[in-house]
């Protein structure tokens, strides 16, 4: 993006666009001179912990945190930083958690009238097999609670099922593994939104270069969409 894009996209956001140019200019000096601002390159490198990010909010005082940037760990942190007093903005530690539990997520995509693959929750290795059995392979499997991609995997037949049920730590009735059916030959594409509870703005729909399955952190993108018909791309913001 070039500076004058990112000039007018500061300027449509109005207070978030300031600080989105304070933030881009900030990296861009960081760039350009690694040492001109050591005071701020080391807040922005402290480990994403419960206890460094409390002691950063402490120091900084600001009008709160965005947790839903930077993969599952800020995710993992927003509901106890909301405990310890911390202002989460943007999206809810709730709804974060209505979103990476699959029973809350399915009832209201259930609710929205939106489909979903086929899918089940097991919590030993019969539960697995049974589910994956029903579905039929390949499918995809996952821990619960985790919205970024970590510990993911398309399995492809009973044993592989096997020894991935039996690799999963921490696997409890709360916490069970998902498997969803695969979706072969699909394509993946993902789509952010702006909401101020009202109205919601869907900037841009981004189609995966990779096959779907393959983590959105380790695929390519492309804007805009180049095999996305117009039809599914006005759906897909519809239900975004």
Known sequence: MTNDELQKLAAALGDCGKALLKISEAMAVKEDNPTASEAKSEKLEKPLTLEDVLSIYKKEQPLGVIAQFGG????????????????????????????????????????????????????????????????????????????????????YDAESMVGYMKAAVGVTPDRPILIDRFLGHATECEADAISDGTHAFVPAVMEHIELAGVHSGDSACIIPSKNISDENLKTIKEYT
């Open 72 to 155: 599952q760990t800020p995710l993992n942190l927003s509901a106890d930083l909301e405990k310890y007093g911390v202002k989460i903005l943007g999206t809810s530690p709730e709804v974060i958690d209505m979103a990476e539990d699959r029973d809350l997520f399915r009832a209201m995509m259930d609710k929205l009238g939106i489909p979903m693959p086929e899918a089940g929750m097991a919590v030993n290795v019969d539960e697995a097999l049974a589910i994956a059995e029903k579905i039929g392979y390949p499918v995809m499997v996952r821990p619960s609670y985790v919205l970024g991609g970590r510990g993911m995997e398309v399995v």
